[in-house]
């Protein structure tokens, strides 16, 4: 049967570049993209789109049949910052959008079914340093009890209903393509923007908080193999750790100095600070080496000179216009 792939919440930060990798893979029409907006970025305007949201049940379940839809990648969340802010919501979302698409996957609607976790399911008492990954997880945030109810959710539908579901927890990805989407890890992208435009940036953690880090493309290129290798390969099926680097703001800005040595990082630390606080500096990821083959692209050095050059001609780009 050909392969053809629902990506739901595309027009989010790794929607947009997950859709684009897939339907260059794939094929433009073997890629619907999905989300609640009423019309999708021009980077993912190539191929099918579909208004469409993931807590309506019955739509994406015609969504399903209508597009002869074999996999499906479930990347409609509110992220950490935005689900403190409004928790009822994010609960709603994060969790009865993982369930129709489980409860979906059970009919027989999706062969195969990928859905992100993230280093939130951590707490503080999780060991920081090189996190295995089985290991104590108390989440003190909204996004992260969310994820990690999602994890057993997923376990669950593969033991009991051998539904083919595979997750990663995601680190602070980084990406030039789109906007930070809410996360606590978004200084990271905006520190960028900021550092070309006006030489200066006011981060919202402090200088020395270490968090596992990892580019968009490597993020991608995971979720693509994780998802196209064999079932008996995925021997996890709660979600695997995935690691790229770690750095700290004052690290990251040392970084940007290399090529903008004017740069100023000031600190002001804010309610993220306790979220980030309370998750890894680094992450073991063996177990998805092991099983299927992962391996990162960017270290640190890698990651900031991708970053400066795309993002500044990005920035020359819409200052031509």
């Not at 064999?230 to 040392?254: D, H, M, V, W």
Request: proline fraction near 6%.
């Amino acid at each position: 049967m050909q392969r053809k792939a629902l990506i739901i919440g595309a027009c989010g930060q790794i929607g947009i570049e997950l859709t684009m990798a897939l339907r260059q893979k794939l094929g433009a029409e073997s890629v619907v993209a999905s989300d609640v907006k009423e019309t999708c970025p021009p980077a993912i305007a190539d191929g099918p789109y579909v208004q469409l949201s993931v807590l309506d049940f019955d739509a994406l379940r015609q969504v399903l049949i209508t597009y002869q839809i074999t996999e499906v990648y479930n990347m409609a969340a509110l992220l950490s910052a935005t689900s403190e802010k409004n928790p009822a919501f994010a609960w709603e979302l994060n969790m009865n959008g993982l369930l129709h698409t489980l409860n979906l996957a059970k009919e027989g609607l999706i062969q195969r079914l990928f859905w992100p976790s993230s280093i939130a399911v951590f707490g503080p008492t999780t060991p920081r340093q090189n996190t295995p990954q089985d290991t104590i997880m108390d989440p003190n945030s909204v996004y992260g009890i969310s994820k990690l109810a999602g994890e057993r959710w997923c376990e669950y539908y593969a033991q009991k209903h051998q539904v083919d579901v595979r997750s990663l927890r995601y680190p602070g990805l980084i990406g030039y393509r789109s906007a930070p989407g809410g996360g606590t890890t978004d200084y990271a992208v905006d520190i960028f923007y900021k550092a070309i435009e006006t030489g200066q940036y006011e981060c919202f953690l402090g200088p020395n908080t270490m968090l596992p880090m990892m580019m968009m493309e490597d993020a991608i290129r995971a979720t693509i193999d994780i998802t196209e290798a064999p079932a008996e390969q995925i021997k996890i099926r709660s979600s695997y750790n995935l690691a790229g680097c770690s750095f700290t703001p004052a690290e990251l800005a040392e970084h940007i100095r290399l090529y903008i040595p004017a740069f100023e990082m000031t600190y002001a630390p804010d309610f993220r600070q306790s979220l980030a606080d309370s998750w890894p500096d680094s992450i073991d990821d063996q177990r998805a080496r092991q099983d299927w083959g992962w391996s990162h692209a960017f270290d640190t050095a890698a990651l900031t000179k991708k970053m400066i050059e795309e993002i500044g001609l990005k920035i020359n780009a819409t200052n031509a216009k």
